[in-house]
Protein backbone atom coordinates (compact mmCIF):
# COMPACT_ATOMS: atom_id res chain seq x y z
CA UNK A 1 0.00 0.00 0.00
CA UNK A 2 2.59 2.34 1.07
CA UNK A 3 4.63 1.37 -2.19
CA UNK A 4 1.34 2.31 -4.43
CA UNK A 5 1.17 6.11 -3.16
CA UNK A 6 5.10 6.30 -3.30
CA UNK A 7 4.70 5.14 -7.46
CA UNK A 8 1.44 7.32 -7.85
CA UNK A 9 3.59 10.18 -6.31
CA UNK A 10 6.33 9.33 -8.45
CA UNK A 11 4.08 9.30 -11.55
CA UNK A 12 2.70 12.70 -10.43
CA UNK A 13 6.13 14.57 -10.29
CA UNK A 14 6.90 12.74 -13.64
CA UNK A 15 3.86 14.14 -15.41
CA UNK A 16 4.32 17.78 -13.93
CA UNK A 17 7.62 17.84 -15.30
CA UNK A 18 6.67 16.45 -18.33
CA UNK A 19 4.06 19.34 -19.30
CA UNK A 20 5.96 22.03 -17.84
CA UNK A 21 9.11 20.84 -20.21
CA UNK A 22 6.36 21.35 -22.99
CA UNK A 23 5.85 24.98 -22.42
CA UNK A 24 9.37 26.70 -22.26
CA UNK A 25 10.81 29.26 -25.51
CA UNK A 26 13.79 28.18 -27.33
CA UNK A 27 16.44 30.25 -28.89
CA UNK A 28 14.78 33.27 -30.84
CA UNK A 29 15.43 33.91 -34.63
CA UNK A 30 16.90 37.27 -34.89
CA UNK A 31 17.11 39.59 -37.74
CA UNK A 32 20.25 40.58 -39.06
CA UNK A 33 22.30 42.34 -36.76
CA UNK A 34 20.77 41.96 -34.04
CA UNK A 35 22.05 39.35 -30.79
CA UNK A 36 21.27 38.42 -27.35
CA UNK A 37 23.00 39.70 -24.23
CA UNK A 38 22.49 36.42 -22.51
CA UNK A 39 23.02 32.99 -24.89
CA UNK A 40 20.77 31.20 -22.72
CA UNK A 41 18.89 28.07 -24.36
CA UNK A 42 15.38 27.76 -22.68
CA UNK A 43 13.58 30.21 -21.57
CA UNK A 44 10.46 29.27 -19.24
CA UNK A 45 7.10 31.42 -19.64
CA UNK A 46 7.08 34.86 -18.90
CA UNK A 47 11.01 35.24 -19.04
CA UNK A 48 12.76 37.68 -21.01
CA UNK A 49 15.39 37.87 -23.31
CA UNK A 50 17.36 41.45 -23.80
CA UNK A 51 18.59 42.18 -27.34
CA UNK A 52 21.39 44.33 -28.16
CA UNK A 53 23.10 44.82 -31.86
CA UNK A 54 26.16 42.95 -33.15
CA UNK A 55 29.18 44.80 -33.86
CA UNK A 56 29.08 47.02 -36.71
CA UNK A 57 25.01 47.82 -36.60
CA UNK A 58 23.28 50.59 -34.45
CA UNK A 59 20.18 50.72 -32.89
CA UNK A 60 17.70 51.59 -35.10
CA UNK A 61 14.30 51.61 -33.33
CA UNK A 62 12.16 49.09 -31.43
CA UNK A 63 11.85 47.78 -28.10
CA UNK A 64 15.08 46.03 -26.33
CA UNK A 65 13.48 43.20 -24.61
CA UNK A 66 10.90 40.26 -26.15
CA UNK A 67 8.97 37.82 -23.20
CA UNK A 68 8.53 34.09 -23.77
CA UNK A 69 4.33 33.87 -23.61
CA UNK A 70 2.27 30.91 -21.88
CA UNK A 71 2.33 29.15 -24.96
CA UNK A 72 5.74 28.64 -25.72
CA UNK A 73 6.55 31.42 -28.20
CA UNK A 74 8.35 34.46 -28.46
CA UNK A 75 6.54 38.47 -28.21
CA UNK A 76 6.87 40.32 -32.15
CA UNK A 77 10.54 41.49 -32.57
CA UNK A 78 10.57 44.99 -33.20
CA UNK A 79 13.88 45.41 -31.95
CA UNK A 80 16.11 46.90 -35.52
CA UNK A 81 19.96 47.29 -35.77
CA UNK A 82 21.58 49.08 -38.93
CA UNK A 83 24.66 48.31 -40.57
CA UNK A 84 27.12 51.71 -39.49
CA UNK A 85 28.22 53.52 -42.72
CA UNK A 86 31.63 53.97 -43.84
CA UNK A 87 32.26 57.69 -45.37
CA UNK A 88 31.56 57.74 -48.94
CA UNK A 89 34.80 57.21 -50.61
CA UNK A 90 36.77 59.80 -52.75
CA UNK A 91 37.15 59.03 -56.59
CA UNK A 92 40.70 58.60 -57.01
CA UNK A 93 42.95 60.43 -59.85
CA UNK A 94 43.44 57.99 -63.40
CA UNK A 95 41.22 54.87 -61.79
CA UNK A 96 37.88 54.12 -60.78
CA UNK A 97 36.30 53.01 -57.05
CA UNK A 98 33.23 50.48 -57.52
CA UNK A 99 31.10 49.53 -54.51
CA UNK A 100 27.95 48.98 -54.38
CA UNK A 101 26.93 50.25 -51.19
CA UNK A 102 29.17 51.73 -48.38
CA UNK A 103 27.58 49.89 -44.98
CA UNK A 104 29.66 47.75 -42.42
CA UNK A 105 30.68 44.79 -44.74
CA UNK A 106 30.87 46.43 -47.63
CA UNK A 107 33.58 46.54 -50.04
CA UNK A 108 35.42 49.00 -52.97
CA UNK A 109 37.37 47.37 -55.44
CA UNK A 110 40.05 50.30 -57.29
CA UNK A 111 41.39 49.90 -60.75
CA UNK A 112 43.46 51.80 -62.65
CA UNK A 113 42.81 53.09 -66.26
CA UNK A 114 44.80 51.42 -68.82
CA UNK A 115 48.30 52.83 -68.35
CA UNK A 116 48.42 53.08 -64.52
CA UNK A 117 49.56 51.24 -62.30
CA UNK A 118 47.84 50.49 -58.84
CA UNK A 119 50.22 51.29 -56.11
CA UNK A 120 48.54 50.18 -52.50
CA UNK A 121 45.63 48.08 -51.76
CA UNK A 122 43.27 47.08 -54.66
CA UNK A 123 40.31 46.26 -51.90
CA UNK A 124 38.99 47.69 -49.21
CA UNK A 125 35.98 47.13 -46.42
CA UNK A 126 33.71 48.61 -44.19
CA UNK A 127 35.00 47.99 -40.78
CA UNK A 128 32.55 47.18 -37.85
CA UNK A 129 33.93 50.81 -36.46
CA UNK A 130 32.39 52.75 -39.26
CA UNK A 131 36.18 52.86 -41.27
CA UNK A 132 37.53 51.41 -44.32
CA UNK A 133 40.07 49.08 -43.96
CA UNK A 134 42.57 50.62 -46.23
CA UNK A 135 43.69 53.94 -47.59
CA UNK A 136 42.76 54.56 -51.37
CA UNK A 137 45.26 53.28 -53.52
CA UNK A 138 47.24 55.80 -55.73
CA UNK A 139 47.19 55.00 -59.60
CA UNK A 140 50.81 55.72 -60.71
CA UNK A 141 52.04 56.46 -64.59
CA UNK A 142 52.98 53.35 -66.38
CA UNK A 143 56.73 54.63 -67.61
CA UNK A 144 59.15 53.99 -70.57
CA UNK A 145 62.52 54.04 -70.62
CA UNK A 146 64.36 56.00 -73.91
CA UNK A 147 62.84 55.42 -77.25
CA UNK A 148 64.62 53.66 -79.39
CA UNK A 149 66.30 55.89 -82.31
CA UNK A 150 67.26 54.31 -85.96
CA UNK A 151 69.84 54.76 -87.98
CA UNK A 152 69.87 57.87 -89.88
CA UNK A 153 66.84 59.23 -88.18
CA UNK A 154 65.96 61.90 -85.28
CA UNK A 155 63.06 61.79 -82.98
CA UNK A 156 60.93 64.99 -82.36
CA UNK A 157 59.17 65.28 -78.51
CA UNK A 158 55.53 66.46 -78.85
CA UNK A 159 57.13 68.26 -75.65
CA UNK A 160 60.51 69.06 -73.77
CA UNK A 161 60.59 65.63 -71.84
CA UNK A 162 61.60 65.86 -68.10
CA UNK A 163 65.11 64.23 -67.92
CA UNK A 164 64.72 60.55 -69.20
CA UNK A 165 61.05 60.03 -68.20
CA UNK A 166 58.66 59.18 -70.11
CA UNK A 167 55.28 58.66 -69.11
CA UNK A 168 52.45 56.48 -70.87
CA UNK A 169 50.97 58.58 -74.06
CA UNK A 170 54.46 60.79 -74.13
CA UNK A 171 55.40 60.75 -77.91
CA UNK A 172 56.96 62.53 -80.77
CA UNK A 173 57.27 61.69 -84.60
CA UNK A 174 60.27 60.79 -85.77
CA UNK A 175 62.09 62.21 -89.14
CA UNK A 176 64.48 60.65 -91.42
CA UNK A 177 67.80 62.06 -92.95
CA UNK A 178 67.98 64.22 -96.30
CA UNK A 179 66.39 61.63 -99.01
CA UNK A 180 65.84 58.99 -96.81
CA UNK A 181 62.43 57.29 -96.87
CA UNK A 182 60.87 56.57 -93.72
CA UNK A 183 59.28 52.83 -93.61
CA UNK A 184 56.73 52.14 -90.60
CA UNK A 185 55.36 53.89 -87.79
CA UNK A 186 55.98 57.75 -88.44
CA UNK A 187 54.85 58.39 -84.38
CA UNK A 188 56.52 56.90 -81.71
CA UNK A 189 55.14 56.96 -77.93
CA UNK A 190 55.23 55.15 -74.55
CA UNK A 191 52.79 52.48 -74.57
CA UNK A 192 50.56 51.04 -71.48
CA UNK A 193 52.92 48.27 -71.70
CA UNK A 194 56.06 50.68 -70.92
CA UNK A 195 57.43 49.82 -74.20
CA UNK A 196 57.92 51.83 -77.12
CA UNK A 197 55.98 51.95 -80.40
CA UNK A 198 58.01 49.92 -82.79
CA UNK A 199 60.34 52.67 -84.69
CA UNK A 200 60.52 53.18 -88.17
CA UNK A 201 63.66 51.93 -90.71
CA UNK A 202 65.18 54.82 -92.59
CA UNK A 203 66.20 53.46 -95.97
CA UNK A 204 67.89 55.59 -99.09
CA UNK A 205 65.69 54.74 -102.15
CA UNK A 206 66.64 56.04 -105.78
CA UNK A 207 64.55 56.27 -109.33
CA UNK A 208 66.20 55.45 -112.36
CA UNK A 209 67.47 57.79 -114.77
CA UNK A 210 64.00 60.24 -116.30
CA UNK A 211 63.04 58.83 -119.90
CA UNK A 212 61.80 61.01 -122.24
CA UNK A 213 58.72 61.98 -123.54
CA UNK A 214 56.65 62.47 -127.01
CA UNK A 215 56.83 65.71 -128.39
CA UNK A 216 58.93 67.20 -125.12
CA UNK A 217 62.13 67.37 -123.78
CA UNK A 218 63.58 67.27 -120.02
CA UNK A 219 64.97 71.06 -119.01
CA UNK A 220 67.43 70.00 -117.10
CA UNK A 221 68.83 67.36 -119.18
CA UNK A 222 70.81 65.27 -116.14
CA UNK A 223 70.20 61.37 -117.31
CA UNK A 224 70.99 59.89 -113.90
CA UNK A 225 69.63 58.19 -111.02
CA UNK A 226 68.00 60.63 -108.50
CA UNK A 227 67.26 59.86 -105.42
CA UNK A 228 63.48 60.22 -103.53
CA UNK A 229 62.15 63.73 -103.39
CA UNK A 230 64.38 64.73 -106.20
CA UNK A 231 62.53 66.68 -109.10
CA UNK A 232 63.33 66.78 -112.49
CA UNK A 233 61.23 69.13 -115.23
CA UNK A 234 59.76 68.50 -118.78
CA UNK A 235 58.80 70.85 -121.22
CA UNK A 236 56.86 70.60 -124.69
CA UNK A 237 58.05 71.45 -128.23
CA UNK A 238 56.62 74.36 -129.72
CA UNK A 239 52.77 74.58 -130.34
CA UNK A 240 52.45 71.32 -128.34
CA UNK A 241 50.58 71.40 -124.74
CA UNK A 242 51.59 69.83 -121.83
CA UNK A 243 48.85 68.26 -119.88
CA UNK A 244 49.88 66.85 -116.21
CA UNK A 245 52.59 68.38 -113.84
CA UNK A 246 55.66 69.73 -115.47
CA UNK A 247 57.96 68.61 -112.48
CA UNK A 248 57.85 64.93 -111.68
CA UNK A 249 59.50 63.64 -108.34
CA UNK A 250 61.11 60.29 -107.35
CA UNK A 251 58.35 58.51 -105.33
CA UNK A 252 58.62 56.62 -102.56
CA UNK A 253 58.16 53.54 -104.27
CA UNK A 254 61.29 53.92 -106.55
CA UNK A 255 59.10 55.09 -109.51
CA UNK A 256 58.76 58.78 -110.42
CA UNK A 257 55.51 60.43 -110.20
CA UNK A 258 53.26 60.57 -113.09
CA UNK A 259 55.00 62.66 -116.40
CA UNK A 260 53.68 64.65 -118.49
CA UNK A 261 51.90 64.59 -122.21
CA UNK A 262 52.69 66.55 -124.82
CA UNK A 263 49.16 67.03 -126.69
CA UNK A 264 49.58 67.86 -130.55
CA UNK A 265 47.91 70.65 -132.39
CA UNK A 266 45.45 70.50 -135.03
CA UNK A 267 43.86 71.76 -138.46
CA UNK A 268 41.06 72.70 -139.69
CA UNK A 269 40.57 70.57 -142.52
CA UNK A 270 38.33 72.18 -144.67
CA UNK A 271 39.30 74.19 -147.91
CA UNK A 272 36.71 76.15 -148.68
CA UNK A 273 34.50 78.26 -145.80
CA UNK A 274 35.03 80.55 -143.14
CA UNK A 275 35.75 80.13 -139.28
CA UNK A 276 35.91 81.36 -135.99
CA UNK A 277 39.20 81.40 -134.13
CA UNK A 278 39.79 83.63 -130.82
CA UNK A 279 37.16 85.68 -131.46
CA UNK A 280 37.38 86.60 -135.04
CA UNK A 281 36.30 85.43 -138.26
CA UNK A 282 38.63 84.66 -141.10
CA UNK A 283 38.36 82.96 -144.38
CA UNK A 284 40.44 79.75 -144.22
CA UNK A 285 42.95 80.45 -146.49
CA UNK A 286 43.67 83.66 -144.19
CA UNK A 287 44.11 81.38 -141.25
CA UNK A 288 47.91 81.03 -141.15
CA UNK A 289 49.33 78.63 -140.25
CA UNK A 290 46.24 76.55 -140.30
CA UNK A 291 46.62 75.37 -136.64
CA UNK A 292 44.73 75.24 -133.68
CA UNK A 293 46.17 74.35 -130.08
CA UNK A 294 45.48 71.28 -127.92
CA UNK A 295 41.91 71.67 -125.72
CA UNK A 296 41.21 75.22 -128.38
CA UNK A 297 38.00 75.95 -129.79
CA UNK A 298 37.08 76.47 -133.78
CA UNK A 299 33.67 77.35 -134.71
CA UNK A 300 32.29 76.74 -138.90
CA UNK A 301 28.78 77.84 -139.44
CA UNK A 302 25.82 75.91 -140.92
CA UNK A 303 23.11 76.72 -142.78
CA UNK A 304 18.91 76.49 -140.96
CA UNK A 305 17.39 75.76 -144.03
CA UNK A 306 13.79 76.38 -142.55
CA UNK A 307 14.76 79.60 -141.11
CA UNK A 308 17.43 80.72 -143.60
CA UNK A 309 19.65 81.91 -141.21
CA UNK A 310 23.03 81.02 -140.60
CA UNK A 311 24.55 79.50 -137.03
CA UNK A 312 28.08 78.78 -135.67
CA UNK A 313 29.24 75.31 -134.16
CA UNK A 314 32.11 74.93 -132.08
CA UNK A 315 34.33 72.22 -131.96
CA UNK A 316 37.54 71.15 -129.88
CA UNK A 317 40.92 70.10 -130.61
CA UNK A 318 41.75 67.19 -128.83
CA UNK A 319 45.26 65.73 -129.29
CA UNK A 320 45.82 66.36 -133.15
CA UNK A 321 42.11 65.60 -133.90
CA UNK A 322 39.54 68.07 -134.89
CA UNK A 323 35.89 66.81 -135.71
CA UNK A 324 34.30 69.02 -137.98
CA UNK A 325 30.42 69.22 -137.23
CA UNK A 326 28.28 67.20 -139.41
CA UNK A 327 26.21 70.08 -140.32
CA UNK A 328 29.20 72.18 -142.29
CA UNK A 329 28.63 71.54 -146.02
CA UNK A 330 31.76 72.56 -147.52
CA UNK A 331 30.52 74.79 -150.97
CA UNK A 332 31.74 74.17 -154.30
CA UNK A 333 34.25 76.43 -156.15
CA UNK A 334 31.66 78.02 -158.30
CA UNK A 335 29.48 78.71 -154.97
CA UNK A 336 32.48 79.56 -152.95
CA UNK A 337 34.15 82.53 -155.25
CA UNK A 338 31.13 83.37 -157.08
CA UNK A 339 28.15 83.50 -154.54
CA UNK A 340 30.28 84.07 -151.32
CA UNK A 341 27.82 86.07 -149.79
CA UNK A 342 25.01 83.42 -149.79
CA UNK A 343 27.14 81.42 -147.04
CA UNK A 344 25.61 80.46 -143.70
CA UNK A 345 28.46 82.41 -142.07
CA UNK A 346 27.78 85.52 -144.56
CA UNK A 347 24.16 85.62 -144.06
CA UNK A 348 21.95 86.24 -141.18
CA UNK A 349 22.81 84.47 -137.83
CA UNK A 350 19.86 83.17 -136.26
C1 LIG B 1 34.99 43.20 -56.31
O1 LIG B 1 35.79 42.15 -56.80
C2 LIG B 1 35.35 40.87 -56.39
C3 LIG B 1 36.40 39.86 -56.84
O2 LIG B 1 36.90 40.16 -58.08
C4 LIG B 1 33.96 40.58 -56.96
O3 LIG B 1 33.50 39.33 -56.54
C5 LIG B 1 33.02 41.68 -56.47
O4 LIG B 1 31.76 41.51 -57.10
C6 LIG B 1 33.56 43.05 -56.79
N1 LIG B 1 32.72 44.05 -56.20
C7 LIG B 1 32.26 45.15 -56.86
C8 LIG B 1 31.40 46.07 -56.10
O5 LIG B 1 32.53 45.34 -58.02
C1 LIG C 1 43.44 42.43 -56.34
O1 LIG C 1 44.78 42.03 -56.48
C2 LIG C 1 44.97 40.61 -56.41
C3 LIG C 1 46.44 40.35 -56.53
O2 LIG C 1 47.19 41.30 -55.87
C4 LIG C 1 44.21 39.92 -57.50
O3 LIG C 1 44.35 38.54 -57.41
C5 LIG C 1 42.75 40.31 -57.44
O4 LIG C 1 42.07 39.75 -58.57
C6 LIG C 1 42.58 41.80 -57.43
N1 LIG C 1 41.18 42.11 -57.23
C7 LIG C 1 40.51 42.98 -57.99
C8 LIG C 1 39.09 43.19 -57.65
O5 LIG C 1 41.05 43.56 -58.91
C1 LIG D 1 72.87 50.85 -87.68
O1 LIG D 1 74.19 51.26 -87.90
C2 LIG D 1 75.16 50.44 -87.29
C3 LIG D 1 76.53 51.06 -87.50
O2 LIG D 1 76.61 51.69 -88.75
C4 LIG D 1 75.07 49.01 -87.88
O3 LIG D 1 75.99 48.17 -87.25
C5 LIG D 1 73.65 48.48 -87.65
O4 LIG D 1 73.52 47.23 -88.26
C6 LIG D 1 72.64 49.44 -88.22
N1 LIG D 1 71.32 48.97 -87.87
C7 LIG D 1 70.37 48.82 -88.77
C8 LIG D 1 69.06 48.36 -88.24
O5 LIG D 1 70.49 49.07 -89.95
C1 LIG E 1 27.79 73.98 -157.31
O1 LIG E 1 26.61 73.77 -156.49
C2 LIG E 1 25.41 74.33 -157.00
C3 LIG E 1 24.27 74.09 -156.02
O2 LIG E 1 24.61 74.50 -154.76
C4 LIG E 1 25.13 73.68 -158.29
O3 LIG E 1 23.96 74.29 -158.87
C5 LIG E 1 26.31 73.84 -159.26
O4 LIG E 1 26.05 73.13 -160.43
C6 LIG E 1 27.57 73.33 -158.64
N1 LIG E 1 28.69 73.60 -159.55
C7 LIG E 1 29.65 72.73 -159.82
C8 LIG E 1 30.71 73.22 -160.74
O5 LIG E 1 29.63 71.62 -159.35
Redesign the pocket.
Known amino acids: MRLRVYFLLLLEVSLHTAVSSTIKCGRPSLPSGVERKVLQRLYEPGEDAVLSCAPGYLHAGGSRVIVCSNTGEWSTITFKCAPKSCPPPDDIAHGKA?FSDIVFTSTI???CDEGYI?NG???SSCMHVGKWSHPPPVCESVRCGLPPIPNYSQIIFDKKPVGNIFEFGFGGRYECGPHLVMFGNKRAFCQANGRWTEPPECRPVFCPAPTEIPNGFITLAVKRMHSYKERVKYGCNVNYVMDGLSEVECEKTGQWSAKPVCRAPCTVNIERGRILHNAQKKWIEDFEPNRVLHSEYVAVYCLNEEKECGYPVASQCVDGSLKIPECFKEPNVTNYQMWSGSLPSEIDMC
Open positions: ENYTLMNT
